[in-house]
């Protein structure tokens, strides 16, 4: 396994720009002895710093910072002095342990075992699978001439927020209200707009889909609408199974997240992002965003960050028009 090595002096602040660019499975982010001050998410800037917490046993649930297929995270990290007589000091950034209901690879062999079985509703298997087991994704070396460099204060993070990055208020929801839900894995006859009724085996061109919505991408079918100047609520919802990513181009939205607070507990607070797992493990929960669209006008796509299920049909076009 190839571990990359990160050097930093003692009390130097470094900023790290992570990119989830697999497919294979979420990552739970934290480094050992050291917090992840988090200063923005899928390249947009919180307007704060997040102190997800050191790496160490939680009894709590996910308290690291999650990455998930598609997601970008910044991060300033502040290295720990050296003890005297001292020269270097190693620690690693791991990818900690998930639930099995946040794992990718706990959905899969759950998809597995369930056609094994010749059923294709896994939900109730997850659970048995297990978690997903800790990585170490670098090492981490403090080294070299101590640096006194401070982390930025709150007042200078809020003034980096770009300006149309303003909280969505309930009287801009003049567009319609948008649903979307990320369907299981299924057989399905699919005709050239999209529409794609469950069939059987025998069934001519009866193959495995991901859909959106119950259809699967076509090129052909017509698109979402949405209108220019305007802003809308939606609600996104996956199978239950697989923690979907969603991802939309063009417009970021607005959404909810547990995060720590400066107590240590867990809080909700509101973010500006492109893409947002939805979680698995059983019955799908939905979840809300806020997106408002001021400047493009024109095409794009929205779809499951899982490259294999959009490649499977799990992806639809989206117009923005006047």
């Known amino acids: 396994m190839f571990v990359p090595t990160i050097r930093i002096h003692p009390g130097e602040v470094q900023r790290w720009r992570f990119v989830h660019a697999g497919v294979e499975d979420n990552i739970a982010l934290a480094l050992d002895g050291h917090q992840l001050h988090e200063i923005a998410a899928d390249g947009l800037a919180l307007g704060r710093r997040v102190a997800w917490p050191a790496a160490e046993p939680s009894q709590e649930g996910v308290r690291e910072l999650l990455l998930g297929p598609g997601y970008r995270s910044d991060v300033l990290v502040k290295a720990a002095p050296l003890a005297p007589g001292e020269t270097s000091k190693e620690y690693f ?21 369930a056609q094994s079985r010749a059923a294709f509703n896994a939900g109730d298997l997850i659970a048995d699978i297990g978690n997903k087991p800790q990585r170490i994704i670098a090492r981490v070396l403090v080294e070299g001439v101590a640096r006194d460099m401070a982390l930025p204060s709150g007042e200078e993070l809020r003034n980096r927020v770009p300006s149309e990055l303003v909280p969505i208020r309930e009287e801009e929801l003049t567009d319609a209200e ?3 839900r990320f369907d299981g894995m299924s057989r399905r006859s699919c005709t050239p707009d999209g529409s794609c009724p469950i069939c059987q085996t025998e069934t001519p061109d009866c193959k495995l889909h991901f859909t959106s919505n119950d259809r699967v991408f076509m090129p ?13 609520k939606w609600t996104v919802a996956g199978d239950g199974i697989f923690p979907h990513p969603f991802h939309i181009h063009v417009n970021p939205f607005e959404v909810e997240r547990e995060e720590p607070a400066q107590d240590g507990k867990m809080k909700r607070a509101k973010l500006w992002k492109d893409t947002i797992i939805l979680p698995a493990g059983g019955q799908p929960k939905p979840i809300v965003i806020r997106s408002r669209y001021m400047d493009y006008e024109g095409e794009f796509v929205m779809h499951c960050h899982i490259l294999g299920h959009e490649d499977m049909g799990m992806m639809e076009r989206v117009k923005i028009a006047r």
């Open 178 to 180: 948008q649903s979307v």
């Open 220 to 232: 052909e079918h017509a698109p979402r609408m949405l209108k220019l100047g305007q802003a809308s």
């Open 93 to 113: 950034l791991r990818d900690g342990m998930l639930p099995a209901a946040l794992s990718l690879q706990a959905a899969t062999t759950a998809i597995r075992v």
